[in-house]
């Protein structure tokens, strides 16, 4: 497929190692997904597979995306459900702050493996919200903030942790915004993060996370964090890790600009 032009004031395009196209925002000084470990691969590595593992065995599974981006952590979720037969309800519901680039998406080239999923492309940036039998997917157009706090429509079995990095979106990594997560998952929800900071693990970890490695071949370890023991991925021991680093305190709203 050719690639289509999706460059703006505020977004370039940018061709990432695996072969798909990912966007280099010029507001945050960031690139939507790691160059080096591809955008698709990225998703389907750090968040779609690990989470799956645990997950796939469910009737009905609540994904909260954030934030949408893209839409490649979505897309990628429709992708892997489809590719490995999973018929669990999948229910997506996914805050975005950037409504002109939600509007601006079918413009964007995706990868070949999204292209079965052109119409629900257009209607989630034309509409903001799919619905058919196996998918349900909202994106809500305003602060992720503001949408954890008040949503209570279902509790969670999968957060994909994916915003900007701890310093250039701080508010969506800080201790506060994280126990307005815990609120709102399921006691066995996992959440899925490619940020590896003891900053971050220590956000988690102070709202009752257990911490966990996501590591394998041809990507940088990534983390993976759940109220519950988890026996699949390796343990981080947290307790060990504060007593080397007495030093290091996690993100708090008190500190960070919003
Ligand atoms: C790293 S990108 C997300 C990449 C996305 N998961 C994907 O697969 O393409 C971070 C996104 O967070 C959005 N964002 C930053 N702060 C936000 C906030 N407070 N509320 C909602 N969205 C926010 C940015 O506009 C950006 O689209």
Request: aromatic content about 14%; some cysteine; glycine content about 4%.
């Amino acid at each position: 497929m050719d690639a289509l032009i999706f460059n703006d004031e505020f977004h370039t395009m940018t061709l990432s190692e695996d072969g798909s196209y990912t966007a280099f925002s010029k507001e945050y000084g960031e690139h939507y997904h790691s160059t080096k470990d591809g955008a698709l691969h990225e998703s389907l590595v750090k968040h779609v597979e690990p989470a799956f593992k645990i997950k796939k065995y469910k009737d009905e599974i609540n994904i909260l995306d954030i934030c949408y981006g893209l839409g490649f952590n979505t897309l990628a979720t429709l992708y892997y459900c489809k590719k490995n037969n999973i018929t669990s309800k999948i229910n997506i519901y996914s805050p975005e702050l950037d409504v002109k680039l939600v509007k601006s998406l079918k413009d964007f080239t995706y990868p070949k493996e999204f292209d079965e999923f052109k119409n629900i492309i257009l209607e989630l940036s034309d509409k903001g919200i799919y619905d058919d039998v196996y998918w349900h997917i909202e994106i809500f157009l305003g602060d992720a903030r503001e949408y954890v706090r008040t949503f209570s429509h279902v509790k969670f079995d999968i957060v994909y942790q994916d915003a900007f990095s701890p310093t250039a979106n701080p508010t969506l990594w800080t201790k506060e915004y994280f126990n307005d997560i815990k609120k709102i998952i399921k006691e066995d929800a996992i959440l899925t993060t490619y940020s590896i900071s003891l900053q971050t693990r220590l956000a988690l970890y102070e709202n009752f996370f257990h911490i966990y490695i996501n590591s394998g071949s041809g990507f940088r370890d990534a983390t993976v964090a759940s109220p519950l023991k988890l026996s699949y991925f390796q343990e981080v021991d947290m307790e060990h890790k504060i007593s080397c680093n007495t030093h290091v305190r996690p993100l708090s709203d008190a500190h960070v600009k919003r």
